[in-house]
């Protein structure tokens, strides 16, 4: 199952079995969530393809850095939930990535979010963050995190504006860390990033604005990535009465 790349010091999954852990989180937490990070994959695969990181590995780690809403709606719980989880698998650098994708720092209290975490969960993530350095693979997937929404690329900035309606302020450090970030992976691809991650039009969501999830936050106040649909189902309990076949519960 594990999949050690050249070095043997970093694991993750192929990308087919990355595809259907993917799948199998949606129906225990159902929602945009699963298509938000299908699109940060694609976008991640075309970054690394021009910054000369490896695609596969870029693509797996976007798809799985919400793994952590597998488990329920939680603010900063989807990363400790994540972390616990792809660990529990021995997929350590998707389990770093639940967790860095969330940070520009290495200080807890750069989450933009609700601290809705225990304190064991918070220590957690202290701790990891403080342990580890940021590195390409983790830049480039908050990078992705920032401009993906769950039908198409987003405008990096509209994507941190609905942010900062929801929660009332954005961190500025934060916004001007995300803006750096698109800078730091422009000068290595020597292009512009909505060039880059538009490459295949046909694909009809890249390079375009995504609607779907605006129009549902415009009506209905709801989060458009991270909300469930309207349908009700929501909440790793509820999905496993529903999914007969679906291991919901949180790793030990
Ligand atoms: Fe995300």
Not at 179 to 184: K, P
Request: hydrophobic share 30%.
């Amino acid at each position: 199952m594990q999949r050690r790349d050249r070095e043997g010091d970093r694991m993750y999954p192929k990308k087919e079995e990355a595809e259907r852990l993917l799948r199998e989180a949606e129906k225990c937490n159902p929602g945009p969530w699963g298509d938000h990070s299908r699109t940060a994959a694609r976008c991640a695969e075309r970054i690394a393809s021009s910054a000369g990181l490896d695609p596969e590995k870029a693509y797996v780690l976007g798809l799985l850095h919400d793994i952590g809403r597998k488990f329920g709606k939680r603010h900063l719980g989807h990363v400790s939930d994540g972390y616990a989880y792809m660990a529990s698998l021995g997929y350590d650098d998707a389990a770093r990535i639940c967790l860095t994708h969330s940070f520009h720092t290495d200080w807890i209290e750069g989450y933009v979010g609700n601290f809705d975490t225990s304190d064991e969960e918070t220590d957690l993530i202290r701790v990891k963050l403080r342990t580890l350095r940021q590195d390409d693979y983790d830049r480039l997937i908050r990078l992705c995190d920032a401009i993906a929404g769950a039908g198409g690329v987003m405008k990096m900035e509209d994507r941190m504006r609905d942010v900062r309606n929801r929660y009332g302020s954005y961190d500025p450090e934060k916004w001007e860390a995300n803006l750096e970030l698109r800078r730091e992976f422009e000068r290595r691809m020597g292009r512009d990033l909505y060039e880059v991650v538009s490459e295949d039009p046909s694909e009809g969501t890249c390079g375009s604005l995504e609607k779907t999830g605006k129009r549902r936050k415009e009506e209905d106040g709801a989060d458009p990535l991270f909300d469930p649909d309207r349908s009700g189902k929501t909440g790793a309990a509820a999905a496993c009465d529903r999914y007969a076949s679906c291991v919901c519960g949180r790793p030990g």
